[in-house]
């Protein structure tokens, strides 16, 4: 049996009011959204979990994603990021955990891998932008530790994934422009919200084509 100790866990919520269906399965490239995260995400981890926003939406994720990825839905009824962030981190078999969303095709693997290697010893790393402004997602978290804060977090009614960063103690920040040398135009945070990003990115893959 394989060791686990790198679970990914892509939150993937629900239907985009811009894009007209679930974010995930947006095709980019013939290919659904949520697969480009899969592919990033398979080099750097143990497992993978998908966290959808309801049992329905499951069988649709189970249909284009690879046999050995999970699809979990959310664990509460609450719509919040928190609910996916626990739902996932219920699930992990791994010690570590690394959080991304199912809307950021470009991310680059070396970025989780640093993540991951700055937290081993504490509790997570994070992200932040030279304005102090902290990004929540890519994330990486000590999966026990942080469930149990997060649970703490739920029950007192803070849902912002923010939140756990802002206050989770033994977390490490990670400025943004410090990551310019693995990814010089920071093309791993483009998400994909409206149909224009959605035509930039497709813009953006024809060099690689």
């Given at each position: 049996m394989?060791?686990i100790t790198r679970?990914?866990i892509i ?8 894009l ?9 490239e ?5 697969c480009?995260v899969i592919?990033?995400l ?11 926003g ?7 994720y189970?249909?284009?994603v ?7 839905p959310?664990c509460?009824p609450?719509?919040s990021p ?12 791994g010690?570590?955990a ?10 680059d ?7 991951f290697?700055?937290?081993?010893g ?7 932008k ?14 026990s530790n ?5 649970e ?6 803070e849902?912002r994934?923010?939140k756990?960063?802002?206050t ?6 990670i400025?943004l422009n410090?990551?310019?040398?693995l ?7 483009i998400?994909i ?7 930039d ?7 690689r084509?």
């Amino acid at each position: 049996m394989v060791d686990i100790t790198r679970t990914g866990i892509i939150l993937s919520g629900g239907q985009s009011s811009r894009l007209g269906h679930d974010k995930g399965l947006v095709e980019l490239e013939d290919k659904p959204l949520i697969c480009w995260v899969i592919d990033q995400l398979n080099s750097v981890t143990d497992e993978i979990i998908i966290v959808v926003g309801s049992d329905k939406m499951v069988p649709r994720y189970w249909n284009v994603v690879p046999d050995e990825v999970r699809v979990i839905p959310d664990c509460y009824p609450e719509d919040s990021p928190i609910i996916g962030l626990i739902s996932g981190l219920k699930e992990a078999r791994g010690e570590y955990a690394a959080v991304c969303a199912c809307d950021m095709p470009f991310m680059d693997p070396r970025i989780l891998e640093l993540m991951f290697c700055i937290s081993y010893g504490l509790n997570g790393t994070y992200i932040v932008k030279q304005n102090g402004w902290i990004e929540s997602i890519p994330s990486v978290y000590h999966v026990s530790n942080c469930l149990e804060y997060a649970e703490i977090l739920r029950k007192l009614g803070e849902m912002r994934i923010r939140k756990v960063l802002e206050t989770f103690p033994d977390t490490v920040p990670i400025h943004l422009n410090k990551l310019e040398e693995l990814d010089p135009d920071l093309n791993s945070f483009i998400d994909i919200d409206t149909a224009d990003n959605l035509n930039d990115a497709k813009l953006m893959m024809k060099p690689r084509n």
